[in-house]
């Protein structure tokens, strides 16, 4: 009896569990706002025969008739007043007609750094809700900073391509975690996976050489072409508008019927500051009366165009800025040239932009297409240091900034002034000519505290919603407007779900409010900003900034281990009054200032940010840092090339041995493995018969080993063993070689490289892809090592 209770009771349980989840599958099936969608229902009818049946023909989810196309564009690290038509001296004419021929917004907010701002703009959410509250690179194990997200937080492209939309990402992507960038992949993080572009044409990480670029498309490596479609010299700029223009064509021929979204993201102007020859003079002089000089113009300019209030007096300049005469006429000599690139560089830029505008404009789509296009996704870069720099990762790697006399022996090691802006240095211009950048506001990149890092000079046309013409809007927004904007321009619905999972609430809404309405209040009333442990909170007309706790030129791990962010000193602004954020009254309203901390506190929590500060978390918990864990032994044949340094073994201040399997003749030659390049990396090859090793400590400090070690003929065991001399970060360390285990010398590193060595180029092995990181066999191109004749290379970590 006991038997048939047990049995008849666990039939009722699986006849109730089979109708719950027949219940709920409906009702997930019925959801009509959930991606992907089914089919739709085949209305034929299917007879026997073909006598007796009725064709039906069935697709995927097609776009309304009039849908309009969307393009987003977005450069990289522009400062808020470069453009012309925001108060620079900077030709920016393609920038200019978008605004001219539709709005401009004074307080478009973003986040502080890359990744974060473009993963919010194409998901619509908060930054730490999608786990980029920092740039993949420094990804760390907390879940607002680990660069990883799902389909709870769907990207725009995913919801537009679901709905009939051919959608196409060009140019920097910035959103997968480095050590998935691999050729092996993994690829759902890519653009082309869960992000749901159906085509990518550009770089994955936060840079790239503008003259050799590490190129994918799709998931593909792609060799670096040697000219643009002109037949000029390869530049980033120029060949992705060739390549966007190139995918226009394509669509408008074969799928016109369908609208296009377009998200086009060049490089520029991100460090390395690099543009082609014939434009670097273009602003020869413009810059030889200095920062201070240059900021007061673009205020006055800013003050005329109505961009600032005419009483609005000059934001502070911090004392820890070197002021322009404290420098002697070939310091300011060298400082004004990084200026003159660097405004080249944004011209360039603008200019190539321009060329895909006026292609779709060509085409007859101009007036049917929502266009976004901001100058930046985040304020003026400041890793340049006070003086500038030939080599830009020397400060990403924590090395402290180089006085200006070490700068200029250096900029002559690398070919002096002439060669500023070109493919040999990775240079980067003085953070003074950044804050300078950023008039009328305080700060740079990085400091989410002040608008000098969150705002972005923004114009956005659509002539079908938007009657203004040149006008400003006011209205406080932030990135995450974007999204809930373009579904309402579209009329693509938002889903509920996505490939299953609840999609989250957006934290933004729709900026069309104000389109056609100057005075219209902001409907984003609060947004809060943490970045790197730099704070702010926008409320209702009111920012509330954290005062800096380090300078961002500077990644001293003891100003970041003492950063306390239940200690922060607070600033006070009435953005109503002071939209500049020139006046701190937080000592005149104590109240606020409590009841705004207590609001930021609250937003943290709720979107994730804690623990605040999290993106410190590679630099002050190892333990942190995914690549410490990834594989400790690796076996590597010549197949594997072009991989991004993170995706492959760690080899930089830490132990390790390298052994590399080889059958010599007389002929040998080649790289047997090479990671970077001359201003960052190391190699190891055989040249002339002989074994050599470089290491380039960045540039700054150049390390070669020549030997006179013949390699034998036959099989060959070649031993590199690499030991710290300290343990601490870029610390010193000793190379010691072998061949078939007998010891043929050795070399001292002055320094070795903790973070990166390159932010562009390759790991590589049986070649030196990209630049080389001996000019010895420049002449070589890839100088691949002799066919057939490396077999492996073994790495073990320690």
């Known amino acids: 009896m006991k038997k048939i209770t047990y049995l008849i009771g666990l039939f009722i349980l699986i006849l109730t569990s089979c109708q719950t989840n027949q219940n709920n599958s409906n009702e997930h099936k019925d959801n009509e706002n959930a991606i992907p969608y089914p089919l739709e229902e085949w209305k034929g009818v299917q007879g026997k025969t073909l006598a007796d049946s009725k064709p039906d023909f069935i697709g995927q989810r097609k776009a309304d008739k009039d849908a309009p196309n969307v393009v987003i564009i977005m450069l990289d690290d522009a400062g808020y007043s470069s453009a012309t038509s925001f108060g620079g001296v900077m030709k920016t004419p393609t920038f200019d007609k978008?605004?001219?021929?539709?709005?401009?917004?004074?307080?478009?907010?973003v986040a502080a750094v890359c990744s974060p701002t473009r993963g919010s703009i194409l998901t619509g959410y908060n930054i730490h809700e999608i786990g980029t509250g920092i740039i993949s690179e420094f990804a760390s194990g907390y879940p607002g900073y680990n660069s990883q997200m799902d389909y709870s937080t769907p990207s725009i492209a995913k919801i537009l391509t679901d709905n009939g939309y051919a959608t196409a990402a060009f140019g920097k992507w910035h959103n997968t975690p480095m050590e998935?960038?691999?050729?092996?992949?993994?690829?759902?993080?890519?653009?082309?996976?869960?992000?749901?572009?159906?085509?990518?044409?550009?770089?994955?990480?936060?840079e790239t050489s503008q003259f050799h670029p590490l190129l994918y498309e799709g998931t593909t490596a792609i060799e670096t072409p040697e000219t643009n479609a002109d037949g000029s010299t390869f530049h980033l700029s120029h060949g992705m508008a060739d390549q966007a223009i190139k995918w226009l064509d394509n669509w408008k021929g074969l799928?016109?019927?369908?609208?296009?979204?377009?998200?086009?993201?060049?490089?520029?102007?991100?460090?390395?500051?690099?543009?082609?020859?014939?434009?670097?003079?273009?602003?020869?002089?413009?810059f030889d009366d200095g920062w201070h000089v240059y900021r007061q113009q673009q205020l006055a300019r800013q003050k005329k165009m109505g961009l600032v209030p005419k009483d609005a007096e000059m934001v502070d300049w911090p004392e820890n800025i070197p002021e322009w005469d404290s420098f002697d006429?070939?310091?300011?000599?060298?400082?004004?040239?990084?200026?003159?690139?660097?405004?080249?560089?944004?011209?360039?830029?603008?200019?190539?932009?321009?060329?895909v505008v006026d292609h779709i404009e060509a085409l007859g789509e101009l007036d049917n297409t929502l266009i976004i296009?901001?100058?930046?996704?985040?304020?003026?870069?400041?890793?340049?240091?006070p003086t500038g720099t030939f080599s830009e990762l020397l400060m990403q790697n924590g090395f402290p900034p180089l006085t200006m006399e070490q700068q200029l022996e250096k900029l002559e090691e690398y070919g002096g002034l002439e060669a500023w802006g070109g493919p040999d240095m990775i240079n980067h211009f003085s953070v003074a000519w950044s804050y300078a950048s950023s008039t009328p506001f305080q700060w740079t990149k990085q400091m989410a505290s002040h608008f000098g890092g969150t705002m972005s000079a923004t114009a956005i046309r659509y002539p079908k919603m938007i009657e203004a013409r040149g006008e400003w809007r006011t209205q406080f927004q932030n990135a995450t407007d974007i999204v809930p904007t373009i579904l309402e321009v579209t009329g693509v619905p938002a889903p509920d779900y996505v490939n299953g999972q609840a999609r989250k609430e957006y934290p933004g809404k729709s900026m069309t409010y104000a389109w056609n309405n100057a005075d219209?209040?902001?409907?984003?009333?609060?947004?809060?900003?943490?970045?790197?442990?730099?704070?702010?909170?926008?409320?209702?007309?009111?920012?509330?900034?954290?005062?800096?706790?380090?300078?961002?030129?500077?990644?001293d791990p003891t100003a970041m281990a003492n950063f306390d962010p239940l200690n922060t000193e607070w600033e006070l602004y009435n953005i109503d009054e002071d939209p500049i954020q020139s006046k701190n009254i937080a000592d005149q309203h104590p109240e606020k200032v409590k009841e705004l901390e207590e609001l930021f506190w609250k937003e943290a929590e709720k979107y994730n940010v804690y623990p605040v500060g999290g993106a410190m978390g590679r630099a002050l918990q190892p333990e942190s840092n995914p690549q410490k864990d990834a594989k400790k032994h690796w076996e590597l044949t010549t197949n594997i090339y072009r991989v991004p340094e993170m995706a492959g073994p760690e080899i930089k201040s830490n132990n390790y041995e390298i052994n590399a399997y080889i059958t010599a003749d007389e002929t040998t030659e080649g790289v047997i493995y090479a990671l970077g390049?001359?201003?960052?990396?190391?190699?190891?090859?055989?040249?002339?018969?002989?074994?050599?090793?470089?290491?380039?400590?960045?540039?700054?400090?150049?390390?070669?080993?020549?030997?006179?070690?013949?390699?034998?003929?036959?099989?060959?065991?070649?031993?590199?063993?690499h030991t710290m001399k300290e343990a601490v970060l870029n610390g010193p360390s000793q190379v010691e070689l072998f061949i078939n285990d007998k010891k043929v010398g050795e070399l001292d590193l002055t320094a070795t490289v903790y973070g990166a060595y390159s932010a562009h180029e390759t790991f590589d092995i049986g070649r030196d892809e990209g630049m080389p990181v001996n000019a010895e066999y420049k002449d070589k191109g890839k100088f691949m090592f002799t066919e057939g004749q490396l077999h492996k290379v073994v790495f073990d970590i320690e």
Not at 262 to 279: K, L, N, R
Request: charged residues 20%.
């Open 373 to 385: 296009y901001l100058t930046a996704d985040n304020g003026a870069t400041a890793e340049g240091t």
């Open 520 to 555: 219209a209040k902001t409907n984003h009333p609060t947004q809060y900003f943490e970045m790197t442990g730099f704070v702010g909170l926008y409320h209702e007309g009111w920012s509330l900034c954290g005062k800096p706790y380090r300078v961002p030129w500077s990644l």
């Open 180 to 206: 998935e960038a691999s050729p092996a992949g993994p690829f759902e993080s890519w653009p082309t996976g869960l992000w749901g572009f159906e085509y990518f044409w550009g770089f994955l990480g936060g």
């Open 98 to 109: 978008i605004g001219d021929e539709g709005i401009r917004y004074t307080h478009m907010s």
């Open 677 to 721: 390049e001359h201003m960052g990396g190391q190699v190891l090859f055989i040249k002339d018969g002989m074994l050599r090793y470089s290491y380039s400590t960045l540039g700054l400090y150049w390390h070669d080993f020549d030997g006179n070690v013949k390699i034998p003929q036959g099989d060959v065991k070649i031993t590199l063993k």
């Open 329 to 355: 006429e070939k310091g300011k000599e060298y400082l004004a040239r990084q200026m003159e690139v660097n405004a080249a560089f944004l011209e360039h830029v603008d200019y190539h932009t321009g060329r």
């Open 255 to 286: 799928r016109d019927d369908d609208p296009f979204f377009m998200y086009y993201t060049p490089g520029a102007v991100h460090g390395p500051i690099q543009v082609p020859e014939e434009w670097r003079d273009k602003y020869k002089g413009q």
